[in-house]
């Protein structure tokens, strides 16, 4: 049994000396107890190694490269795992180029902890400054996960060159003057300063770039995991930077709900001439051109048809052909001024399927719904109805998002996610279709008893 | 007015800051202190100093010098009909708070941007300076990046870019018909014009270091810009098809993409309801296909509905294209080119590397494909190895639910 003894954790030339002495030995891993400073010695350790072999190694660049990062882990067995897998590179070179081999799996993901560790360093130590006879000094409190403090001194030696500054962690301290680097032993938090009036300023700059309407504290832990928080001052107003956010958005969401449209006219043109150029499903390319609803916009009732008919695509206006005609007449049956309401449709071009010279009606499928839901969103949420009306099952999928049997839900309010209520009839063009006389006056006395139930809840 | 402290200020002008998404703080020239002058330094790779509840990065200090603003632009919480506090900063306030944070190790920098005060030239004259004192009168030689006024001198925005490590200009809408009804004031010409324009000095400026070592740097971490997602009418399929467009013609670094989300004393123009978080992300992610994983734009946007033009949201859009183009699949984890080998849902481009080096000594098992990656039960589907095949699951018309992940929680405020 062999001992080496390396003069630090983090010692990475007295492992490398070490490793190719025992290596061109030719002594097995099994062999070795590697310690560091006076660390008690093995019991069955008896042999020393002596160092100096100048036996010549050579090894793939990439292992001493993964070497001089695994060396800085925190795991006790790191240097006898870098060994072993040194004497298999020994025997064959290429198994440094295996990562799918569990040995060298492992060493790598040690690696990338150390990367990781060096880098969340550079990212949360925080400096507090103090005064002495010089003038200003900056001293920081870290406590890395693993013995990468020397490693990583170069970099703040790189970006604060100017400043006085001390490092302290468990392990060791650095101290820069401005010229030269110097080490001292392990200090405790209590000797780094306590305060520095500029974390007041950093944390009220924490909280105002929060955003409270994107609530995302999986995202933020998987970076700035709980371990670092501790001396991190911004952390200290995440709790209540959670809690309170929903609250904001929430109130953010109801004042714009409940204050007055101010300009909600001309947000509707603007959004009229917006849809005017819509492309959100192929619908565009056969349509003569988008219809877009009409009608006051701060209308308490809205009524959703299916989609623009041949004389509505012609004329760029809901309700006008021979459906419209009989939805007229129904309102005023039902005691409902047309030019009280909001129109819209469910989709906003004309499909249909050329025969001959005629152009058929042809049923928008779920895609286009769902493709031009966005604009009816829009509508509900600027014109705000305390009624809405969805005439079919086109514009009751919908508003609703879902297939809808107009028989089963007729006849009675569901509540809307964007507010107000919906209520469900059928479309003024399946009156029109019904060939026998008597049911058609039946169903078309139904559907004015549906729009007057409709005005009935303003 | 009352007099506003300094504190109070930046409340008020980071807040109006934060609905820039961009953050980082990457890709520029490597620089340092040393001798005991100046200060900062940069990698080549950017810090977040802090992540805030949000998931966003904290890298820079990304502030307003004023949220006052002579524009009217509905989506932005800094319009001029908007009733928030108003603050304005002095350039030396900036100065001197940038590097107290530098100081102290919270920022790798500074991100400034501006609402628009007397004139774009006044405005952008104003920005200018800031990052003229820090590079001139501090020796700052940590990251800058500048948002650009699109209608300014091009002489100051030249300028912007000899002290900047970044420039940027906002499209702010993927659309142009939503661009007209957002930000009536603002013209996409005039926008991509000045982005071109960019281009123009960066690319020449690239020559020049060819040329001579000497000659002065311009905006070495290139230009971004950033589009709110869900504020217009734009599809996924708009949105990834307008950002490969301005990839290509002004060779940007960064599309970023911001959900829309409320702001308060919200203009009526604006939508209330936010789009699913879960939609910019799949945004991203679509952004990387095309970045990193060689796919054509065209391809990108054929991962979306066909019909609705929008990335599901329950699974992501390497795996939807996957399971629209079964016929490709499995590939031969010991065999299959690399631009094969990016295809496969689940296997990243590190993994990809260490693949491609692994199997020139040996074939690479089941196992040993699961060590290099997070997961082999999403790839699972789509690859053969020395000791599997997946003979039937390719076809099978089920696929989806063995691939897609579980959705564990509905998202809070669901639209």
């Not at chain 1, 005629?358 to 829009?378: F, L, N, V, Y």
């Amino acid at each position: 049994m062999r001992v080496v003894t390396l003069a630090a954790e983090d010692d990475f030339e007295g492992w490398r000396d070490a490793a190719r002495a025992l290596a061109a030995a030719q002594v097995p891993a099994d062999d070795v107890v590697w310690q560091v400073g006076d660390a008690p010695a093995d019991l069955f350790g008896d042999e020393a190694v002596l160092g100096g072999s100048d036996a010549a190694l050579r090894v793939p660049r990439r292992f001493v490269e993964l070497a001089r990062e695994v060396v800085l882990h925190s795991d006790p067995e790191r240097f006898a795992l870098l060994y072993t897998l040194l004497t298999r590179i020994a025997a064959d070179p290429h198994v440094v180029d295996d990562s799918a081999d569990p040995l060298l799996q492992r060493l790598e993901r040690m690696a990338k902890g150390v990367r990781r560790d060096i880098h969340k360093m550079r990212a949360f130590l925080r400096f507090r400054e103090v005064t002495d006879d010089a003038g200003a000094r900056f001293v920081a409190w870290f406590e890395p996960e693993h013995h990468i403090v020397r490693a990583n001194a170069r970099f703040f030696v790189d970006r604060f060159n100017s400043m006085r500054w001390s490092i302290l962690t468990p392990e060791i301290s650095l101290h820069w003057d401005g010229e030269t680097l110097s080490e001292g032993p392990g200090a405790s938090k209590t000797d780094a300063p306590q305060d520095d009036p500029t974390e007041a300023v950093w944390k009220s700059y924490y909280a105002s770039i929060f955003n409270p309407a994107r609530l995302k504290t999986g995202a933020m832990l998987k970076e700035m995991p709980r371990k670092y928080w501790k001396n991190m001052p911004e952390t200290a107003l995440v709790p209540e930077l959670i809690k309170g956010a929903r609250a904001r958005e929430t109130a953010m969401v109801k004042t714009a709900r409940a204050a007055p449209a101010r300009n909600s006219l001309a947000a509707w043109e603007a959004l009229r001439d917006e849809a005017a150029h819509c492309t959100r499903c192929h619908l565009y390319q056969h349509a003569t051109q988008t219809v877009f609803g009409e009608g006051p916009v701060d209308a308490p009732l809205m009524l959703v048809g299916e989609q623009p008919g041949d004389q509505e695509d012609l004329a760029g206006r809901p309700f006008v052909g021979p459906a419209g005609q009989l939805l007229d007449r129904a309102l005023a049956e039902a005691g409902i001024d047309r030019g009280t309401a909001y129109l819209t449709n469910a989709v906003k071009h004309f499909k249909f399927e050329p025969r001959g010279k005629r152009r058929i009606h042809s049923k928008p499928d779920a895609g286009e719904i769902t493709a031009c839901r966005w604009w009816i969103e829009q509508e509900l949420l600027l014109v705000r109805p305390q009624v809405v009306v969805a005439l079919g099952a086109t514009a009751a999928r919908s508003l609703l998002g879902r297939t809808v049997t107009i028989a089963r839900e007729r006849g009675h309010a569901i509540a809307l996610p964007e507010g107000g209520e919906a209520r469900i009839t059928v479309h003024p063009s399946f009156l029109l279709r019904i060939p026998e006389e008597d049911r058609k006056a039946k169903e078309y006395a139904r559907f004015v008893e549906d729009l007057r139930a409709a005005a009935a809840r303003l | 007015m009352a007099q506003l402290d300094l504190r109070e200020k930046l409340e008020i002008l980071a807040d109006a800051a934060k609905y820039d998404a961009s953050c980082s703080s990457s890709g520029t020239a490597k620089r340092k202190s040393a001798g005991g002058k100046g200060i900062g330094s940069t990698e080549g790779m950017g810090i977040c100093h802090a992540y805030a509840p949000d998931g966003r990065c904290i890298s820079l200090l990304k502030i307003l010098l004023t949220n006052s603003c002579i524009f009217d632009c509905h989506y932005c919480i800094n319009r001029k009909s908007s009733n928030v506090r108003r603050a304005r900063f002095t350039a030396a306030e900036v100065v001197k708070l940038t590097l107290d944070f530098y100081r102290r190790n919270y920022i790798e920098g500074l991100f400034l941007s501006s609402g628009i005060i007397r004139s774009s030239d006044y405005t952008m004259e104003q920005i200018v300076e800031v990052a003229r004192s820090l590079r001139e009168d501090h020796d700052f030689r940590g990251y800058i990046h500048l948002k650009t006024i699109p209608d300014a001198d091009p002489g100051l925005i030249h300028q912007a870019g000899l002290h900047a490590d970044r420039l940027s200009i906002n499209v702010e809408l993927p659309t142009l018909a939503g661009l007209a009804r957002l930000a009536p004031e603002k013209s996409a010409p005039r926008i991509e014009g000045a982005m071109r324009g960019l281009r123009r000095d960066i690319d020449d400026t690239a020559d020049a270091m060819k040329r001579y070592r000497s000659a002065p740097k311009f905006a070495p971490a290139g230009q971004s810009t950033q589009m709110i997602v869900g504020a217009d009418a734009a599809t996924d399929r708009d949105i990834v098809t307008r950002s490969a467009s301005l990839y290509g013609r002004f060779n940007l670094r960064r599309v970023y993409y911001s959900a829309f989300s409320p702001i308060p004393d919200a203009s009526a123009v604006l939508p209330l309801q936010r789009p699913p978080l879960m939609r910019e992300h799949r945004l991203y992610q679509s952004d990387w296909l095309m970045r990193f994983y060689d796919y054509r734009p065209d391809e990108v946007a054929d991962a979306a509905d066909a019909a609705t033009g929008m990335m599901p949201l329950d699974i992501d859009p390497k795996l939807a294209w996957a399971l629209k183009h079964r016929h490709r699949f499995p590939v031969d984890v010991n065999t299959a080119p690399r631009e094969a080998l990016l295809r496969v849902p689940g296997l990243g481009v590190k993994a990809i590397d260490k693949i491609l080096i692994a199997r020139r000594w040996r074939r690479l098992s089941l196992a040993d494909v699961g060590r290099l990656t997070v997961s082999v039960t999403k790839l699972r589907p789509f690859l053969i190895a020395d000791d599997w095949r997946p003979v039937t699951l390719a076809d099978r018309a089920d696929l989806r639910p063995l691939v897609a992940p579980k959705r564990e929680q509905m998202e809070l405020f669901a639209a």
